[in-house]
């Protein structure tokens, strides 16, 4: 069942399609922090394993089409969702599989077209590109690409503020309702561009200086599907999910021989 209504005493549901990350910083583990630290209750399926630490990526196994949807078609006809977040999906197999099980879904989706990883490494065929293109982007409330992964999908090079609009109108291009345009790796402050095509929300904060930030960009799009289950609307949740991320950003720590991941219990730990 597509449980779309919170119920009294409940804490709002999301699921979380995406790859594990054994070294706890992105992915399926980030995710479930995330969507605990803000309140909500988070289920899972798992598209990829991968073997991942401080220092990168050393490989990821993708899993079979058939137990990605009995894991979804699990979690969505006993229990419910009110909020959906699909990330690493690696394959054009399990793009297209993912896209048809969110269609028979009413609830929002936010879409984190992982392409690459912090490390550079890449988490997705190649011939996956055109998949998430056609088959899951006209399926997203709301997308959250960062500069690399726009141009993966769009060609478009962003080099400043007003190339951002050209991406989220390439990006819009393809169907979502919103295109969130996530310029973190832009120099001067942390700005992103949320945008439907008519109304322009700037979403600025400090630059934190700190080279621990594993797990960003998961924990940017959780932290919005979080806020989408709870009935924000999208413009509010986007904002609710920079203020968050950008906390776990700063109080991001080392882990391991290379970077660390961002803190997704900051909040706990300030009290």
């Known amino acids: 069942m597509d449980d779309v209504n919170p119920r009294p005493g409940r804490p709002p549901l999301v699921l979380t399609v995406a790859g594990s990350d054994s070294g706890g910083g992105a992915g399926i583990q980030a995710d479930l922090k995330t969507m605990l630290a803000l309140g909500t209750h988070g289920m899972s399926v798992i598209a990829a394993v991968t073997a991942q630490n401080s220092l990168g990526v050393q490989g990821y196994w ?29 394959s054009a197999a399990l793009v297209e599989t993912v896209a048809e099980l969110l269609s028979g879904t009413q609830a929002p989706v936010v ?76 120099p001067g402050e942390a700005v992103d561009l949320l945008t439907d095509g008519t109304r322009e929300h700037w979403l600025r904060a400090p630059r934190r200086e700190n080279r621990h930030t594993h797990g960003t960009g998961c924990t940017l799009a959780s932290a919005l599907a979080a806020s989408l289950a709870k009935g924000l609307d999208v413009p509010t949740a986007a904002r609710a999910a920079k203020e968050y991320t950008t906390g776990a950003i700063e109080a991001g720590f080392p882990l391991g021989s290379g970077l660390g991941p961002v803190h997704h219990g900051w909040r706990l730990a300030e009290r």
Do not use: C
Request: hydrophobic share 45%; glycine share 10%.
């Open 62 to 90: 993708e899993l079979p089409v058939e137990a990605v949807r009995a894991q979804y078609r699990s979690v969505v006809d006993d229990i419910g969702v009110q909020a959906v977040k699909t990330g690493m999906l690696a």
């Open 111 to 186: 879409v984190d077209p992982v392409g690459v990883s912090k490390h550079g490494d890449s988490l997705l065929a190649g011939d996956a590109v055109d998949s998430v293109r056609s088959a899951l982007l006209p399926l997203a409330t709301v997308v959250t690409p960062n500069l690399d992964e726009v141009a993966q999908l769009t060609g478009v090079q962003v080099t400043g503020e007003d190339s951002m609009r050209e991406a989220a109108a390439a990006m819009l291009a393809y169907g979502p309702r919103w295109a969130l345009i996530k310029g973190g790796h832009l």
